[in-house]
């Protein structure tokens, strides 16, 4: 039943082998990303920097190369933010479609680039050997997109229309995650780098609402693309934020005592 209602709000899968392999890549290896989290093998940033293996019992150390903070998350966002503005120039002629999601895939990592240099305070460093996937992964999602994207022009349009809900949930999506990056931003000092329960927000009702939101832009996202590839890379990231944002619960459980345990990870009430 569900396979025969999907082609009402999905353009028909493009004749691709590249997109087609990426919709599947996209979606199994974000979902084992956030299923390894959940096994604390964690990509090695933010409060994960320097985690210990559960298999060595030991920190990851050796030759691994590590990346300042600030370096690291710039390295993360401004390829896919570089690719989003270079595919103005490379799809000049655009319908409303590809123009609405050729923008709001700039913006999103514009703002990223923007909170990276403005906004966040950091305390630890990035592994390298996390880093690039991550990279890799940002670019060529954001590349493949747009170009499946672009393989529906001139396609009739889904009989059910999701492009302006879709501008509103991501318009939505943006301004509660940087509104709630702002916050965590001023849990800490100049100079400061202890971690501590967040407050404000959604953050009294879930610890990682500025991951809730970040869903909330992909879904707009997808609404606005309705391609396979757009929805396939959606529920990957709603699948590896759920394992991180698990993760990160469980951490702040293990270091600070008071930490309210009626506050849930993602959703409110109930995850």
């Known amino acids: 039943m569900v396979v025969s209602i999907l082609p009402r709000f999905i353009f028909p899968p493009p004749n691709s082998l590249f997109v087609t392999a990426m919709s599947v890549i996209s979606l199994t290896s974000l979902a084992y990303t956030g299923f390894s989290e959940v096994r604390e093998r964690h990509l090695q940033y933010s409060k994960f920097w320097n985690v210990i293996s559960p298999e060595s019992g030991t920190r990851r150390k050796g030759k691994q190369i590590k990346l300042s903070s600030r370096t690291g998350m710039l390295l ?90 879709g501008v509103l949930l991501f318009l939505i999506g943006i301004s509660g995650n940087f509104y709630h990056h702002f916050l965590l931003s001023k849990l800490r000092g100049e100079g400061d780098k202890e971690y501590r329960i967040p407050k404000g927000g959604l953050f009294d009702l879930v610890l990682c609402p500025h ?61």
């Open 76 to 165: 993360l966002y401004t390829p896919a933010f570089l690719a989003g503005l270079t595919s103005f120039v490379i799809f000049p002629h655009q319908d409303l479609r590809l123009l609405l999601l050729d923008s709001a895939l700039t913006l999103h990592f514009f703002k990223r680039v923007f909170e990276v240099l403005f906004v966040h305070k950091y305390s630890g460093s990035m592994v390298l050997d996390s880093a690039i996937p991550i990279t890799l992964s940002y670019l060529l999602s954001t590349a493949t997109m747009i170009y499946a994207q672009h393989l529906t022009q001139g396609m009739p349009e889904p009989p059910v229309d999701l492009m302006y809900p």
């Open 211 to 271: 991951y809730l939101f970040e869903i909330i832009d992909f879904i707009g996202i997808s609404f606005i693309s309705q391609t396979w590839y757009a929805f396939s890379f959606t529920l990957g990231t709603i699948f590896y934020l759920m394992g991180r944002s698990y993760a990160t619960r469980r951490w702040y459980l293990s270091k600070f005592e008071d930490f309210p345990e009626d506050v849930k990870a993602l959703i409110p009430f109930v995850f």
